[in-house]
């Protein structure tokens, strides 16, 4: 079983389209996130949900919005893409009190 | 805010020798998180390693160890005995432990260094 599963893999949209990332853990944990990998491999985190709350809120355009319908689930939807959200976005999740972070294995967004 | 720099964009190591990759830290945070992740080119992530600030004794998985340093806030990765699969990009993170700060809970990355293992 995979613990954190995002789909689709890869994703090939033209600019000024709506697409969505959709992210699921099955590990129990409480706390849910999405991290940007952009062209020269820097990782940095875009948003966080514990308990379905958002918790972490980094500086990302308002054309990201993410949506956690229960502790399993966190969506990525994105508007009006631009060529410069072409990126890897990882999702991962965590439990309060343990250290350990599990990645998804990432969706590769190109925006043509 | 809390900052990881890995100063080391790529690294060569000879197959079966040890490599040492660096990584130092900046935060304001009295507890924190130290980890190591690795990135193989089919691109997954890979948890390696995790020092708390508090633990008294440097983490060790296997062939990796993590020195830290914590006075000179630095937590480098040592590999032992590389091995050809090792080649990969390895990341450096923190976490923010301390529930006042602004780091609370959020894994900050370092630019990462490419590790390649020759034969």
């Known amino acids: 079983d995979t613990a954190v599963s995002q789909t689709p893999k890869y994703l090939v949209t033209q600019m000024g389209n709506d697409k969505s990332i959709k992210c699921e853990q099955n590990?129990?944990?409480?706390?849910m996130y999405w991290y940007k990998q952009d062209s020269k491999k820097f990782l940095k985190i875009m948003f966080s949900?514990?308990?379905?709350?958002?918790?972490i809120n980094e500086t990302v355009p308002n054309r990201f919005s993410p949506k956690s319908p229960d502790k399993a689930h966190l969506n990525l939807h994105i508007n009006s893409l631009e060529l410069g959200d072409s990126a890897v976005y990882f999702c991962?999740?965590?439990?309060?009190?343990?250290?350990?972070?599990?990645f998804g294995s990432g969706t590769r967004l190109t925006v043509v | 805010a809390q900052k990881i720099t890995q100063t080391q964009p790529g690294m060569f190591v000879q197959e079966k020798e040890a490599v040492t990759l660096d990584c130092t830290y900046d935060t304001s945070d009295p507890s924190y998180g130290l980890f190591w992740y690795k990135q193989p080119s089919s691109g997954e992530m890979i948890f390696l390693i995790y020092?708390?600030?508090?633990?008294?004794q440097n983490a060790t998985e296997g062939r990796y160890s993590l020195n830290f340093q914590k006075a000179r806030k630095s937590a480098n990765l040592v590999i032992s005995a590389s091995q050809l699969g090792d080649s990969a990009m390895y990341f450096c993170?923190?976490?923010?432990?301390?529930?006042?700060?602004?780091?609370?809970?959020?894994?900050?990355f370092g630019q990462g260094t490419i590790l390649t293992v020759h034969p």
């Open positions: 991962a999740s965590s439990q309060k009190g343990t250290y350990g972070y599990t």
């Open positions: 949900y514990n308990n379905k709350e958002l918790i």
């Open positions: 993170a923190m976490r923010g432990d301390y529930a006042g700060g602004t780091s609370y809970g959020k894994l900050t």
């Open positions: 590990l129990g944990h409480d706390t």
């Open positions: 020092q708390g600030s508090y633990d008294q």
